[in-house]
């Protein structure tokens, strides 16, 4: 699959597409407001920024205890149960007086309940569009997101302008209602992809084995660590500028969507393995800049190119899918959002506390400075990942989730479990 065409022919690729649009929508109109609402309440940096990023740090104690329903509940039911108490929880926020030690309480609630989604809503997709389409699916979604948080961002300053934070967060509320209708109506009804009810043990059981791999744990690292800290970067805009935090989150947005672009569609994939660490490194980089605390105009061109570095998460997924069994790609690619997402949270609120003592620009170029030096040392690590070997998902009586539980065990032995070149012939 190779272009948009044959995408949207896709059966259920539309409504799961309207799904998380809405969804991305609600967390963007959501997110500003609650930020903007606590800046006034407070004029704390790192507690503005924990405000708009701080669901993410609850992303760990899901990970840790929810994980394994992404693949052990059916898609459509989990994901319209997982719209119903975000959007009651958003409409909390919203009322008067609430203190915010309240305000953050839900907040850590709303993140852990949320915590499956990715795995769901992205394990679906897989199944969906299968291996082959998923780099472009997931570009197309992800492209989504840059728009729907370009335009979110600017809808969310206007709705702040006109109903005031608290009115924002109702609306942010109703989006989040409505991605759980177009679940409930719009998706076929699929079975688990897993046996067995979710459970605490499972989902600890699933992330030691997902862990447990070298390669894999790289490509999880990469995932998480330069992306969270520059989401740190952004978690200042509205303390580095408050008149101006919604043209800058628009045009890291913006950027975004130019490199998902970019790469989903046109990037040869002879070019994928090499280009992710040079991408992770212009998602630094321009950041830098703030150090000489620029004109606005110079600080949105920063931004703006830094985001297109964002599209190097695609090509880590696509190796990350091409490593893991089907009966665990729903847990793979929620752990990979959920880490990802509490990455996002640490980041916001180290990037926040360093402004707290310093001041915003200087905490930005200290974040990026160290995404710059993860991603350096990530790509000077041994052990890479083998190249131009099949996928040990594509070998032929061994293919993951077929030929009952022995032969299941035998393919978790010998591609699930410790050891190098993990899900690669041998």
Known sequence: MRTYRELLRTPEFTPLFLN??????????SGLALAL??????????????????PSLAQVAGA??????????????????????LGLGTAVQAVPGLPVQAVFAVLLVLGTVASPGGGVRYGLLNEILGRDGYLLGRSV??????????????????LVAALSPRGALLAGAALHLAAAAVARFGLASHPPRAAGR?????????????WSSGPRRRVYLALWVPNGLIVGCEALFVSYSPRHAGLLLASAALGMLAGDVLVG????????????????????????????????????????????????????????????????????????????????????????????????????????????????????????????????????????????PGRQKRWDIRHCGRGRGEGWTP
């Open 64 to 85: 840790l205890t929810l994980l394994s329903a992404a693949d052990r509940l059916p898609p459509r039911a989990a994901l319209t149960g997982l719209g119903l108490p």
């Open 20 to 29: 998380a649009s809405a969804q991305v929508a609600a967390q963007t109109v």
């Open 141 to 158: 979604f992800n492209m989504s997101a840059g728009a729907v948080q370009t335009c979110g961002f600017a809808a969310g300053g206007l």
């Open 198 to 210: 979710p459970s605490v043990a499972g989902t600890r059981r699933n992330n030691a084995l997902l």
């Open 265 to 404: 569609r046109f990037l040869p994939s002879r070019l994928r393995e090499r280009l992710a660490p040079a991408l992770l490194l212009l998602l630094a980089a321009p950041y830098t800049v703030f150090a000489l605390d620029p004109a606005l105009p110079l600080a949105v061109a920063a931004v703006t190119l830094a985001s297109v570095g964002y599209a190097a998460s695609l090509l880590l997924q696509e190796r990350l899918t091409a490593m893991t069994p089907h009966r665990l790609s729903g847990h793979a690619l929620g752990l990979h959002s959920s880490g990802m997402l509490a990455w996002q949270g640490i980041g916001a609120a180290l990037a926040g506390a360093v402004a707290q003592y310093t001041s915003p620009p200087t905490a930005m170029t200290v974040t990026a400075v160290l995404s710059v030096a993860v991603t350096l040392a990530l790509a000077l690590t041994p052990g890479r990942i083998p190249r131009g070997r099949r996928s040990s998902a594509a070998l032929p009586g061994c293919r993951p989730g077929q030929g009952g």
């Open 37 to 54: 609402l606590v800046h006034e309440r407070t004029g704390s940096p790192l507690l503005s920024a924990l405000a708009m990023f701080g």
